[in-house]
């Protein structure tokens, strides 16, 4: 049976009138080449194999790191090198906080990888292997002296030119290092950004850039001033008037920045950077959504790209959903576990990820367990992911907990497909209109209404099922 407009993103606005769509644990794809019988099918997402877990040091994995063939990871409060064959060394202990740890390196250049955790910094020497905590600077303490001293507490770190810095958090301070060696803070290599009052909440090094986001306010400083004991200063003509909402929701991806963003007017736009212009990439569903969500400003973003796909993970504590963006199809779909002891969604179980050793690996939100994520991988671990797919009827409203596909059980999907909304990319199906009743909550959570199988073989079927002249 052909279902028209049942090959799409997540689209539930705020009214289901509208549209009514949910694809959990599926994204679409879109057939560009060749003469496929369909113009779009869904993809199950990655599944997920256990690649080695740290239990020494609690968790969560805080950081996954990779550089020159080597991989390192913050879980809990240990620092690690992680090996090819899954076996880890520790090196030392790290101060914990719920915010995810940072890592930046100058490579080869000084050996040195910069570990940021708990608002200390610590220096891991890649040829030695020692592992030391950096003396701290405290301004609110009279007593310690302003002296090459890493800045505490502290928000953010990043590496350019062979300079590392440090943001100092609640403020619009920032300082560097002596080049290429992060153990010498000098007092005089600070400077407070002045172009905006409102304070920074992280910072992030792209393209020799150096990009400051506030609340509010965002601005961009480079190397301008070798000469200067400060070198960086602000880029001229690239005054931002939107800030970040969520520090941990910026990452590198597609050659530019994406982030969930704030500014005077209000909160909860993820944006795309599009040389210095950010550009709305959130839909008016995706939004309606995240303002349910009471944690949103302690989101935590990572991204990889596979077969093509470049995705931006959003993951927000104790949310139903990890929601995704695929920029390949400027489509939103949602990421999730199902929990069968309360019967609900669970965000997905990935917090951070890096490539290594030829493998996407992402470390887990709760625990000290690092998986190996891949598209052949059809479970979590040991725990087979449901697959379901949802076809809202205006008749019906029973909520049904997912079914299992017998084909394929690694694609959990909950896709509740409705009119099509004005905002989907017309290269992937629509839909007539269809009305029905608002039988939905304003809750974020929406229950299934139709269960049937979701399988990697949903194409087959909708290929068997479409005549040659129509999308799925």
Not at 39 to 59: D, E, H, K, M, Q
Not at 100 to 120: E, H, T
Not at 248 to 273: E, H, I, P, Q
Not at 302 to 308: H, K, L, S, T, V
Request: aromatic fraction near 12%; hydrophobic fraction near 35%; charge should be negative.
């Amino acid at each position: 049976m052909r279902v028209p407009g049942f090959v799409g993103p997540s689209y539930t606005p705020r009214s289901v009138n509208v549209d009514a769509e949910r694809s959990i644990n599926l994204y679409p794809e879109n057939v560009t080449d060749g003469t496929g019988a369909v113009r779009a099918y869904l993809i199950g997402t990655p599944g997920l194999r256990g690649f080695t877990n740290i239990t020494v040091s609690g968790g969560p994995v805080r950081c996954l790191w990779t550089q020159n063939g080597r991989m390192f990871a913050v879980v809990g409060t240990g620092f690690y090198e992680v090996y090819a064959t899954g076996r880890v060394r520790k090196y030392g202990r790290v101060v914990y906080d719920d915010a995810p740890a940072m890592m930046c390196s100058n490579g080869i250049g000084g050996d040195q990888i910069l570990i940021l955790s708990g608002g200390y910094g610590y220096v891991f020497n890649t040829l030695t292997g020692v592992f030391v905590r950096l003396p701290v600077w405290n301004r609110d303490d009279p007593n310690t002296p302003d002296n090459e001293y890493f800045p505490f507490p502290c928000q953010a770190i990043a590496f350019i030119d062979g300079y590392f810095l440090a943001l100092r958090k609640d403020s619009r301070e920032v300082r560097c290092t002596d080049v290429d060696d992060n153990m010498l803070w000098p007092g005089n290599a600070w400077l407070i950004v002045s172009t905006a009052g409102d304070n920074l909440r992280t910072m992030i090094a792209t393209h020799r850039h150096l990009w400051l986001f506030g609340e509010h306010n965002s601005h961009i400083w480079y190397n301008g001033a070798p000469d200067e004991e400060f070198p960086f200063v602000p880029l001229e003509g690239t005054a931002i008037e939107h800030g970040i909402l969520a520090p941990s929701s910026v990452v590198s991806l597609d050659n530019t920045l994406f982030w969930l963003g704030s500014d005077v007017t209000g909160v909860g736009v993820v944006w795309r950077a599009n040389g210095y212009t950010p550009e709305r990439i959130s839909t008016h569903a995706v939004e309606y959504w995240l303002k349910q969500c009471p944690r949103l400003s302690s989101s935590i973003a990572w991204a990889y790209q596979d077969e093509g796909h470049s995705f931006y993970v959003l993951y927000i504590p104790n949310a139903e959903t990890s929601w995704v963006y695929d920029i390949a199809t400027n489509a939103w779909h949602e990421r999730a576990t199902w929990n069968p002891d309360t019967l609900r969604w669970e965000p997905h179980l990935g917090r951070c990820h890096c490539y290594a050793f030829g493998k996407h690996l992402v470390g887990d939100r709760s625990s000290g367990q690092i998986y190996e994520m891949n598209l052949d991988f059809y479970d979590e671990d040991v725990t087979p992911l449901d697959s379901v797919v949802v076809v809202t009827s205006p008749s019906r409203s029973a909520s049904l907990s997912p079914s299992r596909s017998e084909s394929r059980s690694t694609s959990g999907s909950a896709s509740t497909s409705s009119s099509t909304s004005s905002s989907r990319s017309d290269s992937l199906s629509s839909s007539p209109s269809a009305s029905r009743s608002e039988s939905r909550s304003d809750s974020p959570s929406v229950s299934p209404s139709v269960s049937g199988s979701a399988s990697s073989s949903l194409s087959e079927s909708l290929s068997a099922s479409s005549s040659a002249s129509g999308a799925p």
